[in-house]
């Protein structure tokens, strides 16, 4: 008992001691060393299918997507499994997504979408499933022909039950990481998609911009649309400071600067089901002028 006692006392000075002169206590963050994203990535198992690690350490990577133009599919994936997720990819598409669908036989948009888009899923890996729950947490749509991107749905913040769910990453970052996994250039991303919008602040700030643009809207067997570029009045309405669609694009320019592009306007569509639905389209930095 003696001996366990004085044991017990260095090991009590020792972790005051450490605490005194780090300023912060220990946490399992100083028990793993950090590695370079070139052996990050390599220590991650990539495939056609699915990607990541299941080891379970997501501790020391950075919310931002550190993949650049070019980067294999198994660094993309491998990059996932840092954040304890995977990908599955599944059959191709061939018709554009609803968000583009609006009087679709006189809107040049929906051509200029037509050709491949490429389905995804991302979803939490085997060894985060109970950390994350199983449920997916992205489901998405690249057309890099198009330079068009759909989100069908995305639950970084809860899944789909309404639980809360804390990620090591955001949906910019999956955004950027499943562009560049398609074989995308972050300067050609031009468009983004949303489809069946629920977010509450962004169906305020959509009926708002839509009463604001009421002379302006197009309406088609049941079915309502208008664009709204940045320079008019009624975009304060939609860019209202609650809204987190236009916030959130615009920060993905600035996390991205490679995307050399900021919003340029965005298409309001209300489809047949009265279901809420955007697009917002980008401005290339050399458009600007």
Same mark, same amino acid.
């Given at each position: 008992m003696k001996i366990n006692g004085t044991l017990s006392a260095i090991c009590i000075a020792l972790f005051v001691n450490f605490t005194l002169i780090?300023?912060?206590?220990?946490?399992t963050r100083d028990l793993i060393t950090p590695v370079s994203d070139d052996l990050l990535f390599a220590r991650a198992k990539g495939g $056609? $299918?699915?990607?990541?690690?299941s080891s379970g350490s997501t501790s020391t990577t950075s919310k931002k997507s550190q993949v650049k133009k070019g980067a294999t599919t198994e660094a993309t994936d491998g990059e996932l499994g840092t954040w304890g997720l995977q990908r599955t990819r599944h059959e191709d598409n061939d018709f554009p997504p609803k968000p583009f $669908?609006? *009087?679709?036989?006189? $809107?040049?948009?929906?051509d200029s979408v037509g050709g491949t888009w490429k389905v995804a899923i991302i979803g939490p890996d085997s060894g985060h499933v109970g950390q994350y729950g199983e449920a997916d947490v992205y489901q998405y749509q690249t057309?890099? *022909?198009?330079?068009a991107f759909h989100t069908d749905a995305v639950y970084t913040t809860a899944d789909n039950t309404g639980k809360a769910r804390s990620l090591p990453t955001n949906r910019r970052a999956l955004t950027y990481n499943a562009w560049i996994d398609a074989g995308g250039d972050p300067a050609e991303l031009l468009k983004f998609s949303d489809e069946n919008i629920e977010n509450g602040d962004a169906?305020?700030?959509f009926e708002s911009a839509l009463e604001a643009m009421e002379g302006h809207i197009s309406r088609s067997e049941g079915e309502q649309w208008v664009r709204i570029s940045t320079q008019d009045? %009624?975009? %304060?309405?939609? *860019?209202n400071g609650k809204n987190p669609f236009p916030a959130g694009y615009?920060?993905?320019?600035?996390?991205?600067?490679?995307?050399?592009s900021e919003v340029d306007s965005v298409m309001l569509y209300v489809d047949e089901s009265d279901l809420y639905n955007a697009v917002h389209f980008m401005k290339p930095y050399e458009a600007l002028d």
């Amino acid at each position: 008992m003696k001996i366990n006692g004085t044991l017990s006392a260095i090991c009590i000075a020792l972790f005051v001691n450490f605490t005194l002169i780090s300023g912060r206590a220990l946490d399992t963050r100083d028990l793993i060393t950090p590695v370079s994203d070139d052996l990050l990535f390599a220590r991650a198992k990539g495939g $056609n $299918n699915k990607g990541g690690s299941s080891s379970g350490s997501t501790s020391t990577t950075s919310k931002k997507s550190q993949v650049k133009k070019g980067a294999t599919t198994e660094a993309t994936d491998g990059e996932l499994g840092t954040w304890g997720l995977q990908r599955t990819r599944h059959e191709d598409n061939d018709f554009p997504p609803k968000p583009f $669908n609006w *009087d679709n036989e006189a $809107n040049d948009q929906y051509d200029s979408v037509g050709g491949t888009w490429k389905v995804a899923i991302i979803g939490p890996d085997s060894g985060h499933v109970g950390q994350y729950g199983e449920a997916d947490v992205y489901q998405y749509q690249t057309n890099v *022909d198009a330079g068009a991107f759909h989100t069908d749905a995305v639950y970084t913040t809860a899944d789909n039950t309404g639980k809360a769910r804390s990620l090591p990453t955001n949906r910019r970052a999956l955004t950027y990481n499943a562009w560049i996994d398609a074989g995308g250039d972050p300067a050609e991303l031009l468009k983004f998609s949303d489809e069946n919008i629920e977010n509450g602040d962004a169906k305020e700030a959509f009926e708002s911009a839509l009463e604001a643009m009421e002379g302006h809207i197009s309406r088609s067997e049941g079915e309502q649309w208008v664009r709204i570029s940045t320079q008019d009045e %009624a975009w %304060a309405h939609w *860019d209202n400071g609650k809204n987190p669609f236009p916030a959130g694009y615009k920060k993905m320019t600035e996390d991205y600067p490679d995307m050399h592009s900021e919003v340029d306007s965005v298409m309001l569509y209300v489809d047949e089901s009265d279901l809420y639905n955007a697009v917002h389209f980008m401005k290339p930095y050399e458009a600007l002028d």
